[in-house]
């Protein structure tokens, strides 16, 4: 079973509220990965970190910011929330591997809605 | 990052083998195949990877061609509990950045 973690797993939030989505991992992983996806979509990579101070932005524009201090936590910021924010954020972190490749283990995700 | 192509939907009956093809025409000869598993509200869950030939582990087997432009998941003896989107990643070694396509919903039904 994978320790990585998510906090809140449910959010509701008024518009222009900034809001910060919690995700930590306890398996020493270097890599970590947040992902956007709505109900019955694919997921959109929108940020990934290499390791501790690199953080890079995914395939999909997003208005939030990461950061990365520590190994263990990867947190995703959203200074003024918006309805058009209103989705589910999964978070994800994976050990580098050399030449194999490594598999990605996924958060429980938190389901955020902004009014 | 190679493309996947692969069904939008499949149905199935409890008790049957499903089998769920992949094309990849593009793969490099550093990626890997990868599916994942997702069921509602949940994240990604890992299934099975492989290079190439065969991959078996104790939920599902991988086959996959000579020339590696197509892999196929198949599901033993499925049961409603394997009602999910199954989803093909082709990613390179070292643990890079995964794209995930829109998936297979496999239902299967009584």
């Known amino acids: 079973e994978a320790d990585i973690y998510q906090t809140p797993r449910y959010l509701v939030i008024g518009t222009g509220k900034k809001i910060t989505l919690e995700c930590s991992q306890t398996?020493?992983?270097?890599?970590m990965y947040w992902y956007q996806q709505d109900p019955g979509m694919e997921l959109h990579l929108i940020h990934y970190?290499?390791?501790?101070?690199?953080?890079e932005k995914g395939d999909l524009s997003s208005e939030s910011t990461v950061s990365r201090i520590r190994t263990e936590h990867f947190p995703l910021t959203l200074e003024s929330a918006r309805p058009s924010h209103t989705s589910q954020y999964l978070c994800?972190?994976?050990?580098?591997?050399?030449?194999?490749?490594?598999?990605?283990?996924f958060g429980p995700g938190t389901r955020l809605l902004v009014l | 990052l190679a493309k996947t192509t692969q069904p939008i939907s499949m149905d199935s009956y409890e008790g049957q083998e499903v089998n769920i093809t992949c094309s990849h025409n593009?793969?490099?000869?550093?990626?890997?195949i990868t599916w994942y598993q997702q069921f509602p509200s949940q994240g990604p869950r890992f299934i099975i990877q492989?290079?190439?030939t065969k991959v078996t582990n104790e939920v599902a087997s991988l086959f996959i061609p000579a020339d590696r432009k197509s892999s196929t998941l198949s599901l033993p003896r499925v049961s409603l509990s394997d009602t999910a989107v199954y989803y093909c990643?082709?990613?390179?070694?070292?643990?890079?950045?995964?794209?995930f396509g829109t998936g297979t919903q496999l239902k299967v039904e009584l």
């Open positions: 994800a972190s994976t050990h580098s591997g050399t030449g194999r490749t490594e598999t990605q283990y």
């Open positions: 398996m020493g992983h270097d890599k």
């Open positions: 970190s290499y390791g501790v101070n690199s953080t």
């Open positions: 593009n793969i490099a000869t550093n990626d890997y």
């Open positions: 492989g290079y190439k």
């Open positions: 990643l082709v990613e390179t070694g070292g643990g890079n950045k995964l794209t």
